[in-house]
């Protein structure tokens, strides 16, 4: 059985993370709140948010053309519905 693939760079952070894309501001210390895995093998695609008081995981099935849809809908619609965060 394959294992779900977690895609790179996709864990969605608190607001310290901005810095790491920042020039010239040092990273500060960073927290996931949120895990986006892509299980390729029975195509789907899974967010979950562990903020407290979230609502359970987003899950659909995907396709590889509609990965960057399904993150950019996690962080137009979720975090400003449910978190009160616009990015």
């Not at 195509?43 to 407290?52: F, G, H, L, Q």
Request: hydrophobic share 30%; with cysteine; proline share 11%.
């Amino acid at each position: 059985m394959a294992r779900p693939h977690v895609h790179p760079g996709v864990a969605l952070t608190t607001a310290p993370a901005q810095a790491r894309d920042t020039p010239g501001r040092a990273p500060g210390r960073q927290h996931v709140v949120g895990v986006l895995v892509v299980d390729a093998e029975n195509v789907r695609a899974r967010y979950e948010c562990y903020r407290p008081g979230c609502p359970k995981p987003r899950e659909e099935p995907i396709r590889p053309s509609a990965i960057k849809a399904f993150i950019d809908g996690i962080k137009a619609r979720h975090l400003s519905q449910y978190h009160e965060e616009q990015r």
